[in-house]
């Protein structure tokens, strides 16, 4: 299987973007969607991002997914950042059956 | 909606075994992919296993000679078993629902296991 790294933190400025890179240690971005996570301190994760770019109902738009085939990444790109945006986001994807989680990253709204 | 709900003891001794139940309301576990995730205090999340309601089974390979995953359709719940436990195992542990490759929702609300004599 293959690993999928995230930056452990970035922070922002309210109304700015923030963009959240996953690498894909081996084979292709391309090959298996990629999923994003949202977790709020002490509450469980909620879905913002899956099939690698679509929003689930009740997702705001200013978040978006995106992949790379060059960098071998997959992108949550989150704009006009709110103060409720901070939290750990995490990329998933899978590979025969097993899913594989990144290792989150903290966004910080200054 | 379907409502996911976690339970089990919340302190288990070293080398001992592991024991967790996800009830499912709202919906029945006669169909979808039932999913154990773990988080440890502070860090990532962890994907432990699934099972299907066929009885058919997944396992991370980093857990998989300890864990066993079981699910009871007239109960309307599925269980997590993982043995030799040791601190390492100190966790979150969430059940969660996913319909193949699509995402997991719902999560439980999860429940802190805690190895420790």
């Keep these: ?110 | 909606q379907v409502q996911l709900q976690e339970s089990g003891p919340g302190l288990v001794e070293p080398s001992e075994t592991l024991s967790l139940t996800c009830t499912v309301s709202g919906g029945s576990v006669n169909r979808y992919y039932w999913s154990w995730i773990r988080q440890a205090p502070g860090k990532g999340l962890e994907w432990l296993g699934f099972i299907y309601h066929t009885g058919s089974t997944n396992y991370n390979p980093s857990v998989e000679s300890r864990v066993t995953l079981s699910i009871d359709t007239s109960k309307n719940q599925f269980s997590l078993r993982m043995t030799s436990v040791t601190v390492a195992d100190t966790a979150i542990y969430y059940c969660a629902r996913h319909d193949g490759y699509d995402p997991f929702d719902p999560w439980g609300q999860g429940t802190l296991v805690t190895v420790s004599s």
């Excluded at chain 1, 085939?69 to 992108?75: E, F, G, I, P, R």
């Design chain 1, 1 to 110: 299987n293959f690993l999928l790294t995230q930056p452990h933190s970035v922070s922002e400025s309210p109304g700015k973007t923030v963009t959240i890179p996953c690498t894909r240690s081996s084979g292709s971005i391309a090959s298996n969607y990629v999923l994003w996570y949202q977790q709020r301190p002490g509450s469980s994760p909620t879905t913002v991002i899956y099939d690698d770019n679509q929003r689930p109902s009740g997702v705001p738009d200013r978040f978006s997914g995106s992949i790379d085939t060059s960098s071998n990444s997959a992108y949550l790109i989150v704009s006009g950042l709110r103060t409720e945006d901070e939290a750990d986001y995490y990329c998933q994807s899978y590979d025969s059956n097993h899913w594989i989680f990144g290792g989150g990253t903290k966004v910080t709204v200054l």
